[in-house]
């Protein structure tokens, strides 16, 4: 009998457990939680991808994503990106490194389980990351404040910090 008891106390415990685990990152919002990503902080990616744009956390994007992106840097959004094969291949080692399948973060874990195996070469055609923000109407994206949605610090306010907390964003005029 206490065999029983004890087995349905452990299995009660457990299902206590996931459950706390696996609430939406919606509710940690709302509860001032935030584990984010944290900085790109690797100096040769902050540099040279940072020189042109945001330099986006590795966290953002799977590994095979990071891949494909740097092996078409001859046409990347529209221009050659030229850069030494030393930097190149620390900037791989880097991204490869800290890529969101590696990452612990909750919103990490919640791009890859959008993924079901696509890999996309934009931070825009993750369907999580589509999913928040499908309520910003197309008029805010053609502000020339915000320019387009890879454009994450136009209003993500600690967007190079890595949070993406809701209270940080500020929609541009």
Not at 61 to 66: C, D
Not at 91 to 110: G, H, P, T, W
Not at 113 to 138: F, V
Request: hydrophobic share 40%.
């Amino acid at each position: 009998m206490w065999g029983l008891v004890s087995f349905l106390a452990w299995l009660l415990i457990g299902w206590m457990v996931a459950v706390a685990v696996s609430h939406d990152d919606d509710d940690d919002e709302r509860h001032g939680r935030d584990d984010g990503f944290g900085p790109a902080d690797n100096v040769t990616y902050k540099e040279q991808c940072g020189a042109c744009h945001l330099a986006y956390q590795p966290a953002l994007l799977p590994s095979a994503s990071w891949r494909r992106i740097l092996s078409g840097l001859d046409d990347h959004n529209g221009a050659e990106v030229v850069i030494t094969a030393e930097d190149l291949a620390i900037i791989e080692r880097y991204l490869q490194d800290n890529a969101a399948e590696f990452s612990s973060a909750k919103r990490a874990v919640k791009i890859m389980r959008s993924l079901n195996g696509q890999t996309p070469t934009r931070i825009t055609e993750i369907p999580y990351i589509r999913r928040k923000h499908h309520e910003i109407p197309a008029d805010v994206v053609k502000r020339e404040s915000v320019g387009s949605f890879s454009n994450c610090n136009a209003c993500h306010t600690t967007a190079e910090r890595g949070l993406y907390k809701d209270d940080y964003v500020s929609i541009p005029e």
